[in-house]
């Protein structure tokens, strides 16, 4: 299985500063990455998928990039709602889907 | 609008079953692959299982292989997760997720509310 490892773990930051999440594949994955936001007691959220494309609706303060086995997701401009967690999904394998432990984004 | 709404979630024994169901309205759900993700309580995501359009595909965490069977009524609308030979660890909040599976890009566009399944004695 391909394993998704994602740092940090938890982060600490104000409203407006800018953020960068990154999230490393075991093995390379092409640009078979997507990004999901959950807030507590909600459903996961797709952010971006294969790698760097913005989901429709969702503000382009985010965005992705990387491929092969290293990627991050940015958030520029925090807004109060984007106080979340934010997990990493490897696609590449459609028999074998993984994600990242998840990054904690709290309010410094 | 799409929507998926999850039910039967429950409190169960170990060694118990339980089915879980997906119902899905707003658009064609014989197009698109579906899927089962779960998350124990103060935990991350781990995917459970998908199928495809017809059923013909099933594929499954190896956590879960042998005891819990995904399988889906496309003249229903509806997806379902048969779950046997529960454990403890298999207490978490079930979502079904409909899959987007192109070319070039595979991701769940859309999420259920979720439904709770609790093992316990």
């Known amino acids: 299985d391909i394993q998704m490892t994602q740092s940090p773990s938890s982060l600490s930051a104000s409203v407006g500063d800018r953020v960068t999440i990154t999230c490393r594949a075991s093995q390379s994955i092409s640009t078979y990455l997507n990004w999901y936001q959950q807030s507590p007691g909600k459903a996961p959220k797709l952010l971006i998928y294969?790698?760097?494309s913005l989901q429709s609706g969702v503000p382009s303060r985010f965005s992705g990039s990387g491929s092969g086995t290293d990627f991050t997701l940015t958030i520029s401009g925090l807004q109060p709602e984007d106080f979340a967690t934010y997990y990493c999904q490897q696609s590449y394998s459609t028999l074998s889907i993984t994600f990242g432990q998840g990054t904690r984004l709290e309010i410094k | 609008e799409v929507q998926l709404v999850e039910s039967g979630g429950n409190l169960v024994q170990p060694g118990g079953s339980l089915r879980l169901s997906c119902a899905a309205s707003g658009f064609t759900f014989n197009t698109y692959w579906m899927n089962w993700v779960r998350q124990a309580p103060g935990k991350g995501l781990e995917w459970v299982a998908n199928?495809?359009?017809?059923?013909?595909?099933?594929y499954y965490v190896d956590s879960v292989k042998g005891r819990f069977t995904i399988s889906r009524d496309n003249a229903k609308n509806s997806l379902y997760l048969e779950m046997s030979s529960l454990r403890a660890d298999d207490t978490a909040v079930y979502y079904c997720?409909?899959?987007?599976?192109?070319?070039?890009?595979?991701?769940?566009?859309?999420w259920g509310q979720g439904t709770l399944v609790t093992v316990s004695s």
């Open positions: 199928i495809n359009q017809d059923g013909s595909e099933k």
């Open positions: 294969a790698a760097s």
């Open positions: 997720a409909r899959g987007f599976y192109g070319d070039y890009d595979n991701f769940f566009d859309y």
